[in-house]
Structure formats: structure tokens, C-alpha cells
């Protein structure tokens, strides 16, 4: 392995400003992030995102994504620094990073970059608050083949660390993009989409969608749900059977997710057979 | 409303006990656990669970939930205690709690306390750490009308106070025992069920299961798999069309606890037509 640049103190500037990426306040400031992880960190790196910067201490490379990464080491053209473990602890803040840390300029994408297959299946999220969920809806929506995140409105950032890290990293190799709801509805009504909402006190349930055709699913915060701008938008909900009104909103992302993707794979005829 | 004793110092025996119960070994040691929320709380009243204290604080309850517990109060017959915010917050921890804390003794029930329904499905859970994941399952779990769960060789208390709060309170009406993987392994083979194992490189889908005779899905920890005790039980996965090579285990859980719920709805014969 080549000599990287050491920095062996907390109160390097580099490090302080990369540990103020924590707050979302200087994020925007700095127009970075951090990624926490060496999975995450090589999804960010597959998917070409612009990344500054590479923290690594070789002594908490102790997982096998963090051993292959460190084994690549030698051939990133980003600026590397081998930190101590006292700075690594320092800018992983409590995070299982797994000996690396990158700070990264989060891609912009607009609805009309967005690349959609024939019969996509889109998920548009809006008003979702934790990042953990956010990210996690993220995650579910790559494992199930979804074409793209469309935020819509969204206040909370899908390259917030947290989300980063719930996602597995996969917000990276995912199509996202952020846009007005009222945008967005357009776009959709454009394209074509049939549009369904995820709603707790919907009639129909979601197994009597075909998702066979091109779908958009809309998912809103538990506590207010959706904005009027999507009344026309078919409400549809997961029955529940025990005694609580919801699931939680990642939850209820992934079964959607994986019915439609259940039917996609049957192909409509047996959708329409059972 | 009656007038209850107040506590306004953080200082007060009670409450620096009740904090305690923030860390595993006191909550091991007292016997007793945290229910955090108002909605929680309601659950745990519902459900018969042995309460022993509980703290309000009056300028905190905002949400209709806590109105409605702040309501009944008068009619409750354990200790209740009257705080200041300042104590609040100390006992809240920051968890947003509503303005109620209950202390609780979790419930025990061995494998022979357990009342299982004609055709259930049960779910056993294995080597799960994070009280968040734990209590996101038994949340979909409530959702999705699964008959109960089990806890097998499982570390992580299904009472952590983490635990209750991703689970919304659900831990408290769901059917739920703790036994030793082994003697698990042996209920199910003597009550005849179907034991299927969530496992991210097993060949069968998930979808080829005909969940509509009793069923029991093992899920087990992300990183090292379930236990040598399941070898017996029929290898499933969820497919994967992304980059990532697993769901988080909780949206796993909801994925699977939904298909076999969308065809005991359908009924046997749905199933085998598509």
C-alpha cells in the first residue's frame, strides 16, 4: 500500500470540516456529505459520484467489504488520509463505519434526467421525515427491481448520512430525483402512470392493483399523510389484522414493492387469474 | 383531574431508579422495563401488563393520544406521579414520549403458555440484535395478523424500552414467548408445522411457499445466518433485482408476513392456481 497522507489530530481542518457535515446547517453550507461505511462508500464509487474525500484507519478495517476496499486502495485518484483511531472516532460520531469515511458532493437529478424502462415501476415519496426510513425505503425499492425514487416536496435529504447508511448505500446506484409534487403529478399524468397512493383508511387494498402496468406508488408521512395535490391518485391500503392502524411507512414500502414485483414476475395473466 | 403526587427534582429515588432502566443490567436487575409514549402505554393498560408506575407530564401532552390516557387517568389503579418537564425530560431520555412514561414488568411466557389458532402462522425470530429491528417485526407482525412470536437463543430483549417503541406498543397484545432454539425446533416438529427459514442465497422463492397450512418462518440475524438447529426447515429467499444482496431483516419480516397473509385471504386454492 502506498503512503498516504497521515493526520493524527482532531483538530485538523479537514477533519473539522468534515465532522460539521454531521449537521444538515453545513451540508448545505459546504454542498457535501458524508458516507459512513466501506459498503456504502464502494456503491458511491461504482456509481461514479463525485467524492472528495477518503478517511480510512487501517486498524478498524476489520470486515471483508472493508479489506477489499482497502486492497483498492492504491488506485483511487480521490485525495486519501490515513487517519488514528482517536480522529476516526471523531468523525464516525458512533457510526459502525468500518474503518472509512467519505466525504462526497451528492448528485443532482431533475424529472426529465431521469432514464425510465418500458412498464416502470416509480416510487414518489413525500414528507417522509427520518432519514433511517427514508433510506430504508431506498433499500427496499433497489432489492425489488423499483426503476426510481422520485422525492417529491421532500424536506428531508436522501443523502442525509443517516440515509446513506440505512440504505445500504444504494441511494447511490439508485435513479433519484427531487422535484415539486405538483411537478411530479404533471410528469406522471404525462407519462402515464397509473398512480397509486398508500393510505391507512383506503377501501381498496393493495393486492387488487395490477402492477403490471406502468405504476407510480405514492408513500406520505404516517402522521399527516398525502398532500391534496394527489386526490386523484387511486388510495389503496395494507389490511391490518392485529391492533395497530399502520405499519411503518418502510414497512408498508416493502410489501407494496415486492406485490408489485411479485406480479411483474408472474406476468399479468396470473394476476388476473387469482 | 385528581391531584397525583408531584415530583419536580430529577433528583427524587423514583425517578434516578426509573432512569436506570435506560441500561440492560438495571432493567435485568429491578425486573422492570420503560414504556415510552402514550400510544404504548395504551397498549400495555390494554393488555393487562403489570404497570407500576407511571409519570405524566401535563404542559407535554400534545398529541390526541396522550389527551386520551390523560383523560382516563383518574381511573387508574397503579402508582401515578405528577412531573415537572425538567424531570420529564430526564426520564424521556429524548424519546419522544408525549408526556407519559410508564415502568412495567414484562410479561414471561414459557412455550406451553402459548395459544396457537387453527392454520397459524408463527414467526421465530433468532439472533436479531437491534431492538429497533426487533420491535419493527413485531409490529408487522401485529400487522399482518401473525398468531405469535418466538423468541429463540435471542439476546435482545423483545422489553427494551427501543424495542416497545419501534414496535408501537404491539409487544404488549402480540403472543409472545422466549425458549431455547433447540426445544423450538422440537414444538414445531410435534405440532406439525411447516418451517420455512428466511436466507438471502437459498434458491426457492418466497412466493413458491403455500403459506395456507401452519407455518413457521425462522428469521435470523443479517450477518451470520441462523443457527445449525434450522437445518432441517426449507430455505427461502426474498429476490434481489438491485445491487444490494439482502433487505433489512424488518422489511424482509413484512414482505414475507404479507404474501402468506395475502393467500390465507385468498384461500388455498388461489395459490395453487397462480
Given at each position: 500500500m502506498a503512503d498516504f497522507p497521515a493526520i493524527t489530530s482532531p483538530r485538523n481542518e479537514k477533519i473539522k470540516a468534515a465532522v460539521k457535515l454531521r449537521r444538515r446547517k453545513h451540508r448545505g453550507r459546504q454542498g457535501r456529505t458524508l458516507i459512513d461505511g466501506a459498503r456504502e462508500l464502494s456503491r458511491a464509487i461504482a456509481a461514479n459520484i463525485q467524492i472528495t474525500e477518503i478517511y480510512f484507519c487501517p486498524a478498524l478495517c476489520q470486515t471483508s467489504e472493508s479489506c477489499r476496499l482497502l486492497e483498492q486502495i492504491d488506485e483511487f485518484t480521490m485525495d486519501v488520509y490515513e487517519v488514528s483511531e482517536n480522529v476516526f472516532e471523531h468523525l464516525a460520531f458512533?457510526?459502525?463505519a468500518e474503518g472509512f469515511i467519505g466525504v462526497a458532493i451528492p448528485p443532482k437529478n431533475d424529472l426529465d434526467d431521469l432514464e425510465i424502462p418500458q412498464n416502470p415501476l416509480v416510487v414518489i415519496v413525500e414528507g417522509i421525515e427520518k432519514p433511517g426510513n427514508l433510506g430504508a425505503i431506498v433499500r427496499s425499492a433497489d432489492g425489488a427491481g423499483v426503476s426510481a425514487v422520485i422525492l417529491a416536496d421532500q424536506k428531508t435529504d436522501v443523502f442525509n448520512p443517516n440515509a446513506i447508511r440505512a440504505s445500504l448505500g444504494t441511494v447511490f446506484s439508485m435513479s433519484i430525483c427531487s422535484a415539486e409534487s405538483k411537478e411530479v403529478c404533471n410528469w406522471l399524468k404525462v407519462k402515464g402512470f397509473q398512480v397509486i397512493a398508500a393510505a391507512v383508511d383506503a377501501k381498496d387494498s393493495y393486492v387488487e392493483v395490477d402492477y403490471t402496468v406502468p405504476t407510480a406508488i405514492i408513500l406520505g408521512t404516517e402522521?399527516?399523510?398525502?398532500?391534496?395535490?394527489?386526490?386523484?391518485a387511486h388510495p389503496v391500503s395494507i389490511p391490518m389484522y392485529g391492533v395497530a392502524d399502520s405499519l411503518n411507512v418502510s414497512a408498508s414500502a416493502a410489501v407494496l414493492f415486492y406485490e408489485a414485483q411479485r406480479q411483474k414476475a408472474l406476468g399479468s395473466q396470473a394476476h388476473l387469474v387469482s
Open positions: 458512533g457510526e459502525r402522521s399527516t399523510g398525502l398532500s391534496g395535490i394527489w386526490k386523484t
